[in-house]
C-alpha cells in the first residue's frame, strides 16, 4: 500500500515554522513526517542580534502569534532581541536536529523543543551546551548525541543543507515553512494557510489523504536522517 509522506521543509530560527508546530504535531499522528532543514540564517545569512533585525521580526511575531497561537515568551521578545552579542545561526541547530535522528530518529522532537528555547525561553540555540542541554530535557543520551553531534557538524549539515536547497528548487517552493505531500511517486506542496492554527483540521484533511487499510500507528513518525 502507498503510504503518502509529508516532506516538512523548515528552519529552526524561522517563525512562521514555530508558528506551524502545532501542524506538524497533528501530521505526525496520521502520516510519516520528513524533515529537511534549510538553512535560513546559515553561512554568510548568519545574523547577529542588532536593533533592526529586533525590529524587522517583532512584527512578523506578532502576526504569527495571531494566527497559530503560538506564545512568544518575555525572555525571546526583551531578552534574547535585545542581546547584541547573540548570533542567530541556523546550522548548529539544523546539525542538532540531524544528530537526534540519527540517535534515536527523534530530529522532530527536538526541533520542537529547539523552537520553544528560542522563541519562549530565550535561549541561544546557536550554542552547542545549549544543544546538549535541550537534548537532555527530551531524554536523549547525552554521550550518544554528544559524538552524533560531533559527527553531523560542518560538512554533513552543510550538505544536508545543499540538498534541501536543490529539493526547493526542484519542487518550486521557495518560502519556510513548506509542505509537499509525496504519494505514488508524485509531489504536491500543501498551502497551509487556511490550517493555521487549526491543528485539528489539518490533520483531518491528512487523514483523509492516508490510503483506506493504513494503520497511522504503524508509521515511523521520526524522520530518517533526511538524505535526498
Known sequence: MDTPTLHYIHDPLCGWCYGAAPLVKAARERLPVRAHGGGMMAGPARRPVT????????PHDQRIAQLSGQPFGAAYRD???????????SEPPIAAVLA????????LDLLARLQTAHYVE???????????ELAA??????????AALSATEGD?????IGETRTLMQRLGVRGFPSFVLEQAGSWRSIDI?????????????????????????AFQCGP????I
Do not use: K, Y
Open 137 to 146: 530535557d527530551i531524554g536523549l543520551d547525552a554521550e550518544a548525541f554528544t
Open 51 to 58: 536593533a533592526e533585525l529586533r525590529g524587522f521580526v517583532l
Open 122 to 132: 530565550g535561549r541561544r540555540i546557536a550554542n552547542r551546551a545549549v544543544l546538549e
Open 100 to 107: 537526534a535522528d540519527a540517535v534515536a530518529g527523534r530530529g
Open 79 to 89: 531578552g534574547l532581541l535585545n542581546d547584541t552579542s547573540a548570533v542567530f545561526d
Open 156 to 160: 554533513f549539515v552543510q550538505r544536508h
Open 193 to 217: 494557510g487556511p490550517f493555521m492554527g487549526q491543528p485539528a483540521a489539518f490533520g483531518e484533511w491528512l487523514q483523509g489523504q492516508v490510503p483506506a487499510g493504513a494503520s497511522a500507528s
Open 224 to 227: 530518517d536522517g533526511c538524505a
